[in-house]
T-cell receptor, first 112, second 114 residues
Framework: GEDVEQSLFLSVREGDSSVINCTYTDSSSTYLYWYKQEPGAGLQLLTYIFSNMDMKQDQRLTVLLNKKDKHLSLRIADTQTGDSAIYFCAENRSGGSYIPTFGRGTSLIVHP | DGGITQSPKYLFRKEGQNVTLSCEQNLNHDAMYWYRQDPGQGLRLIYYSQIVNDFQKGDIAEGYSVSREKKESFPLTVTSAQKNPTAFYLC?????????????FGSGTQLSVL
């Protein structure tokens, strides 16, 4: 199976909160990341969380980590049309190189 | 401004042809990466390099080749052996040597087959 799993689509109304979920498999991952990709562009790091934390807040973004269930979520408060993008969850692989492994990405669609 | 530059933005390949995608960074990063993105399949690692003159295969290296002669540059060649090359290719770079590898991405190259 995949190392990192995400649902493919999420549709929300402008002004509502969005919650994007992710599950990962490597229990020894030390950092977990959320990246954003706008159409036709590269990925941009949004936020990350260290594995000994269970929550991190950064303005409209809240990351929750349940290490026991290997579950990561990204909550976007007051979602705007500019938040429409693909959101990728990533974990760093254990071992020497710590190269992030990415999920398939969740397409967030924000409608008026 | 520091950043990572990919060129060209769009590239077309004829059957049997090799094509090379350019990636340059001025962030003084040690590590560089190439990913392939297909719709609904996320990012798959092709090759990575942690130091000049050294590189390692990723998950889907077959049909691709790279070089790392300079710290700033990590070109990717898509060879004729790659039978399904149509995809969006992303180059990235990072500092190396920590457990928190934050990647900086270029804006990508869309490769299509004629």
């Amino acid at each position: 199976g995949e190392d990192v799993e995400q649902s493919l689509f999420l549709s929300v109304r402008e002004g509502d909160s969005s919650v994007i979920n992710c599950t990962y498999t490597d229990s020894s991952s030390t950092y977990l990341y959320w990246y954003k990709q706008e159409p036709g562009a590269g990925l941009q790091l949004l936020t990350y969380i260290f594995s000994n934390m269970d929550m991190k807040q950064d303005q409209r973004l809240t990351v929750l980590l349940n290490k026991k269930d290997k579950h990561l979520s990204l909550r976007i408060a007051d979602t705007q049309t500019g938040d429409s993008a693909i959101y990728f969850c990533a974990e760093n692989r254990s071992g020497g190189s710590y190269i992030p492994t990415f999920g398939r990405g969740t397409s967030l669609i924000v409608h008026p | 401004d520091g950043g990572i530059t990919q060129s060209p933005k769009y590239l077309f390949r004829k059957e049997g042809q090799n094509v090379t995608l350019s990636c340059e960074q001025n962030l003084n990063h040690d590590a560089m990466y190439w990913y392939r993105q297909d719709p609904g399949q996320g990012l798959r690692l092709i090759y990575y390099s942690q130091i000049v003159n050294d590189f390692q295969k990723g998950d889907i290296a077959e049909g691709y080749s790279v070089s790392r002669e300079k710290k700033e540059s990590f070109p990717l060649t898509v060879t004729s052996a790659q039978k399904n090359p149509t995809a969006f290719y992303l180059c990235a770079s990072s500092h190396q040597g920590t457990t928190n590898e934050k990647l900086f991405f270029g804006s990508g190259t869309q490769l299509s087959v004629l």
